[in-house]
């Protein structure tokens, strides 16, 4: 088990002291590996609230979120010893590069791994090898103020990876990015996923990014889960409709083709390119 929400909900006081229920009554189960997870819904819906529940950014008002063994309810405050539950669970913002404060690129990649109870060399090392894989090398001795904001939300995410939490939590991760940025963005954390089996849950308002990388979706409506399962399901039973969900590009084409040319293409292809290339086998035939 990874993360569990036992009848979660979370309420905030506004203006007069007027509650709002963020969410209610959640219960949900996140693989401790090997999960690609999208959170959906309409602004306002809960998405964020959920997610940052999961490594113990904010406290249930009732209920329990159990993270690695690590039981979150609103009365163990005190008790919880946090950095068991972040060292397990990452979480990148919607701009994580606001949250450089270093004054050299390493030194701030190294800040997580260090606070994780890594020595010095041990966290260099480590802070190194993640600054290969996102290529940042050449920037490790820059100050991360100096930088272009493509490159600082590397560095950002570079100091999420540096520890090597178990499930990479991503709330709007390509949010500001152009549509190559964005790209290399999602692959950087798809490949993680596949290559090193972790869970990564992702909040998107982008159904073709949802679409293309997630495998299971859940949908957030009026503080509650309405939806938990197959992203095939979710758009073949029209029940995107009722949620404020738009339809993703390459489904939108692939019902044109089939209502058009008479095509048999189903809702396994993922992406425009992945369709393309099955138009290329077709016409070939």
Do not use: C, W
């Not at 690609?36 to 008002?61: E, R, W």
């Not at 972790?198 to 409506?221: E, P």
């Not at 390459?250 to 369709?275: A, P, Q, R």
Request: proline share 3%.
């Amino acid at each position: 088990m990874g993360i569990l929400f036992k009848e979660v909900t979370h309420s905030y006081k506004g203006y007069k002291k007027q509650v709002t229920v963020a969410i209610e009554n959640i219960n949900l189960e996140i693989n401790s590996e090997g999960e690609f997870v999208a959170i959906v819904g309409k602004t306002g819906s809960g998405k964020s609230t959920l997610v940052q529940h999961m490594n113990a950014l904010i406290l249930p008002t009732s209920g329990e979120v159990n993270v690695f063994g690590n039981a979150i309810t609103a009365k163990k405050k005190k008790k919880l010893k946090f950095n068991n539950i972040r060292k397990h669970v990452g979480y990148v913002f919607q701009f994580p590069e606001y949250q450089l404060f270093e004054q050299t690129v390493l030194r701030d990649i190294m800040f997580a791994p260090l606070n994780f109870g890594y020595q010095e060399a041990e966290a260099k090392k480590a802070s190194v090898e993640v600054a290969k894989k996102l290529h940042i090398t050449k920037l490790l001795n820059h100050s991360p103020f100096n930088l272009s904001g493509g490159q600082q939300r590397k560095v950002a995410v570079a100091g999420i990876l540096s520890y090597n939490p178990d499930i990479l939590l991503l709330d709007e991760p390509t949010r500001g990015l152009d549509p190559k940025g964005s790209k290399d963005m999602m692959e950087l954390f798809y490949d993680i996923h596949k290559n090193e089996n972790k869970t990564v849950v992702l909040i998107s308002h982008d159904m073709n990014i949802v679409y293309k990388y997630a495998t299971r979706i859940v949908v957030m409506d009026g503080a509650n889960i309405v939806f938990d399962g197959d992203k095939k399901e979710l758009f073949e039973s029209g029940i995107y409709k009722d949620h404020h969900l738009e339809k993703p590009e390459v489904l939108k084409l692939i019902d044109y083709l089939n209502g058009k040319f008479n095509y048999n293409f189903d809702y396994n292809i993922t992406s425009i390119d992945e369709l393309v290339l099955k138009l290329k086998e077709v016409s070939h035939e």
